[in-house]
Every structure is written in C-alpha cells, then in structure tokens.
C-alpha cells in the first residue's frame, strides 16, 4: 500500500525566512497530494492542495511542487509569520494501494521565531 | 468546517463503558472517515463509509464500531473502551476517493480513565 514519510519532523526558523517541507510517497499512482495546518488543539485545516497534472501551485505565501518522477513533494512557506507556527501534514491519494484514501504523513512542527 | 458538527467536544469516562462520538455533516458528501490523532502516530483512519449502509475498516478499526443509516450522520462508538483508546478524534467527510478535498470536524477530545 501507499506509504508517505515527511521532513523534517521538526524545524525552526526566524521570521521572514523561507520554509520548506518535503514528503515523499512510495506508490506512483497516487495521484492527489493536499497539505494540512494544525493549530494547537484545533483541526487540520486544509491550506493547499495539487493534482499529478501540475508541478506547481501557489496561494500567496504557500507553494506545493510535485516531482512525480521521483515521487517527491514539498510546501514551501515564504516570509514566514508567527501565525505560520503549527504542525503541517502532507497526505497522498490515488488509484493505487491506498484505494483513493489519504494516507497522512507524521507531521513537521514549525516555528517561526520573530 | 461550518458544515461538519462533532459532539461532544469533551468526554471522560471509563474504561469498559460504551461511548458514541457524534458526527454530523451539512454538505451530503457520499463519504465520511473517522480519524483518530496521538503523539507520535498522526492521523490513523480508523472507519469509513461510501454512502448510508456502506462502511468499511481502516487502519485501525479494533474496538470501534460505526453505523450510517443516514447520510448526513457517522457516528462512531466504542463498544468498551480502554485506556489505550484515549485520543482525539476528528470527523472528515469528503465529496468522493481519489483527488477530493477532504475536510476535518473540530474534534473530540476523549479521556478514558
């Protein structure tokens, strides 16, 4: 079945910065990757969102960039914000092993110091 | 989500006593999961359901049970709980499989003592 492993699990950065984190999915027909943000006791939100057709998708501050090829993906946060501080999940579905549900990585917990 | 309602937010009980988490959705998304969250684990699906008397088991599916007799309602209950099932659970529905957007309740935050 799918398997998706993020990094870091853990990552700090100064106010202003750029965050990046990356996911990566074992099963080549996933096809579907969101991205998730949540606050301290409240629920995963979903924030971005991309489909295998595009290698790129931008909302603002917020990227996603899909390399299906080596079946990596990454969230990449520009001029980070306190408010940018929370735990961000990658999650992978498809027509393959996971039967088209999200399969959820662990987590990163970042923080912006500012 | 506005459309997503999980009752109750909090519960304490103990263990061997049965407990029904609540989850009702505005939107008539076909599916619906049910997540739970723990340190360490992230998110573990543990039921879910295709449409009203479609369900099927997900990672984590011993100890729970879950019925749909409605669309809109998928409630999810623990026949005798033990402690190792205090968690938080969330609700998700979502408009189909493969590349839809899926959507998270508030939560239920239980404790079994």
């Known amino acids: 079945g799918e398997n998706v492993e993020q990094h870091p699990s853990t990552l700090s950065v100064q106010e202003g910065d750029s965050a990046v984190i990356k996911c990566t999915y074992s099963d080549s027909a996933s096809n579907y990757f969101p991205w998730y943000k949540q606050e301290l006791g409240k629920r995963p939100q979903l924030i971005i969102d991309?489909?295998?057709?595009?290698g790129e998708k931008k909302d603002q501050r917020i990227a996603v960039t899909l390399n299906k090829t080596a079946k990596h993906f990454s969230l990449h946060i520009t001029e980070t914000q306190p408010e940018d501080s929370a735990v961000y999940f990658c999650?992978?579905?498809?027509?393959?092993?996971?039967?088209?549900?999200?399969?959820f990585g662990k987590g990163t917990k970042l923080s912006v110091k500012p | 989500d506005a459309g997503i309602t999980q009752s109750p937010r909090y519960k304490i009980t103990e263990t061997g006593r049965q407990v029904t988490l609540m989850c009702h959705q505005t939107?008539?998304?076909?599916?619906m999961f049910w997540y739970r969250q723990d340190l360490g684990h992230g998110l573990r699906l543990i039921y879910y359901?295709?449409?009203?008397?479609?369900?099927d088991k997900g990672e984590v599916p011993d100890g729970y049970v879950v019925s749909r007799s409605k669309t809109e309602n998928f409630p999810l209950t623990l026949e005798s709980a033990t402690r190792s099932q205090t968690s938080v659970y969330f609700c998700a529905p979502r408009t189909g499989l493969w590349d839809q957007p899926q959507h998270f309740g508030d939560g239920t935050r239980l404790s079994i003592l």
């Open positions: 999650a992978a579905s498809g027509y393959g092993g996971s039967q088209g549900n999200l399969i």
């Open positions: 991309i489909r295998s057709n595009v």
């Open positions: 939107w008539s998304h076909s599916y």
């Open positions: 359901s295709a449409a009203a008397d479609i369900t």
